[in-house]
């Protein structure tokens, strides 16, 4: 059975769609084309490469997300440090160690840019602040004067992964024909977070969907409930207060749209109270969210076809166009 998979962004919360697509595999599902936002990009960017769920189980349960966290020791300086960071950077945490994890991770299947895979396979979505609009790479490329064969997968996840004020924006430089006229400053696209705009694309597939031999091509979402539980954040100070915003602004955007047209569509993967940023989560709670994922694609794949999916997709996408 042949899909598109579309993965949610949550932060460490992210092995819980690797157990999900586990769960895809057991029931004979291959992924036609990949996007993802945030962790969402990370698990899509794998797929693309030719992971399996088992071996990215391996390398997300090996590594440690606070090896994600690093600044200079002169920034460590309990309040004024971070404070000083965030004015100068614009984030608590830099981003590059995420950038060479991911980089190594695809170098181990011989991938570095997006020419490296099959044309239209991966997709990565990311936040434009500069000009503020959404971002779709590698596709949003070639209008900014950049090649997108040459472009580096690992510096597009990063752009995804860049949560504001927790990480660095990225700043991607215009190439000479479009920085021309432009002040220094001006070349420069400050790129954050893709779930500012759309954490769950799941709209990314809709108007390309079919085969080559008119058939559609299901596109399944994968994404991560639980963010709005009942457990408020707990509000100490200014940190703390944008952590929560941030979660609040990552975790709001596309429900309404995904409760009123995507059911059918979507795995749901409980998170189990895991937040977002929760960057000290230990090897225990990571094997329950994978588990978690692992469940959820169960339930998910055991009672799905293909042609239930067909006649939900038209209904809706009928629906939809008459509301527009």
Request: aromatic share 10%; with cysteine.
């Amino acid at each position: 059975m042949l899909i598109n998979g579309v993965f949610e962004g949550g932060g460490v919360k992210g092995i819980s769609l690797a157990g999900a697509v586990r769960a895809a595999e057991i029931h004979g599902v291959r992924f036609q084309r990949v996007a993802g936002t945030s962790s969402g990009s990370i698990v899509a960017s794998l797929i693309a490469a030719g992971y399996t769920a088992e071996e990215m189980k391996d390398i997300i349960m090996s590594t440690s997300f606070t090896h994600f966290l690093k600044r200079a020791a002169i920034f460590n300086t309990p309040i004024v440090g971070p404070a000083l960071r965030v004015m100068l950077k614009k984030g608590l945490y830099s981003g590059e160690a995420l950038e060479e994890w991911i980089r190594k991770v695809l170098k181990s299947k011989g991938v570095r840019t997006f020419g490296d895979l099959e044309k239209g396979k991966l997709t990565i979505i990311a936040s434009d602040i500069t000009s503020g609009r959404i971002l779709i790479l590698p596709d949003d490329l070639a209008r900014l004067g950049i090649n997108p064969e040459t472009f580096e997968i690992a510096k597009a996840v990063r752009m995804s992964c860049s949560i504001p004020y927790f990480f660095d924006p990225v700043l991607l430089r215009l190439p000479a024909k479009q920085a021309k006229g432009k002040t220094f400053a001006g070349q420069f696209l400050h790129i954050v977070d893709g779930g500012m705009l759309s954490n769950f694309p799941l709209w990314l597939f809709d108007q390309n969907c079919r085969s080559p031999g008119g058939k559609i091509i299901p596109t399944v979402g994968f994404q991560m409930v639980g963010k709005n539980s009942n457990q408020p954040h707990v509000i100490k100070g200014p940190f703390s207060m944008l952590q929560a915003m941030v979660e609040t602004m990552l975790s709001a955007h596309d429900e309404r749209y995904i409760e009123q047209f995507n059911r059918y569509r979507t795995v749901k993967i409980p998170t189990l109270g895991v937040g977002t940023t929760q960057f000290d989560i230990d090897k225990k709670e990571s094997l329950l969210l994978y588990e978690s994922g692992l469940m959820a694609g169960n339930r998910f794949f055991e009672d799905w076809n293909t042609q239930y999916y067909e006649e939900q997709f038209i209904k809706y996408q009928q629906a939809k166009g008459m509301e527009n």
